[in-house]
Each structure stands twice: as C-alpha cells, then as structure tokens.
C-alpha cells in the first residue's frame, strides 16, 4: 500500500493506492498516532485502492475507533467499487462515514467545525 499525505486548514488527507491489507494497519496506526497526532478530522481517499481485504477493512475500522476516541471524525472519499462493494457484504458501509468527493467530506467537517464552534459559546 501507498499513502501519500497532505494536511488542509486542519484536515488531514490520506490518499491510498495499491493493496489495502494487513500491513496498512502498522502503517495507517502510525500515521495516525505518530504523525497526524492531535488532529480531529481526517480524510482517506480510496479511489486508487486495487485490492481490500477483512484486514484491511479492520485497519480502517482501527483508525476510525482511535480517531473517534480523540473526538474526531474520519470520512472516506472515493471508494473503490470493490472496497465498497466489501464493506456492504460486512455490513460495515454503515459504519464509516462515505463521501463522494474530498469537498463533500470538507463541507460535512466545516459544519462540525462551526457547530463545534457554536456549542462551545
């Protein structure tokens, strides 16, 4: 698996490509404890992905539980027709937060951002 990065006004992005397997949950966990610690808001792009698995998809589910536990929310853009087609038959479509677009993603966490704002005056 390939993961290029990039961080906009406070948002992480995570763009995979290639093999989504049990070696992306080292890599996606370290990204996520190590490098990005701190940030509250992520968006993982899929469409690149080739291939997901049941471990995989537990990384991603990984990430998402450790995001959430520090009060953050992960969406993710673009997904794969096959990764997607994974999470329906696990039930775990449901779970994630699905975008169609990174500015789809972007707006959802501009509206928690300012309700987030507005809860906190």
């Not at 509250?40 to 471990?55: K, L, P």
């Not at 959430?68 to 969406?75: A, D, E, F, H, L």
Request: hydrophobic residues 45%; glycine residues 4%; aromatic residues 10%.
């Amino acid at each position: 698996m390939n993961v290029s990065s990039k961080v906009f006004h406070n948002v992480v992005v995570l763009t995979l490509a290639g093999r989504v397997d049990f070696s992306a949950r080292t890599v996606l966990q370290s990204l996520i404890n190590d490098t990005f610690h701190g940030y509250r808001y992520f968006v993982i792009h899929m469409q690149e992905v080739t291939f997901i698995d049941s471990s995989g998809l537990g990384a991603l589910v990984a990430c998402l539980t450790t995001i959430r536990r520090q009060g953050g929310i992960m969406y993710l853009v673009q997904v794969a027709p096959q990764a997607y087609e994974l999470m329906e038959m696990t039930k775990l479509s449901h779970f994630f937060e699905i975008c169609a677009s990174e500015e789809e993603a972007l707006a959802r966490i501009e509206a928690d951002m300012e309700q987030a704002e507005t809860w906190s005056h």
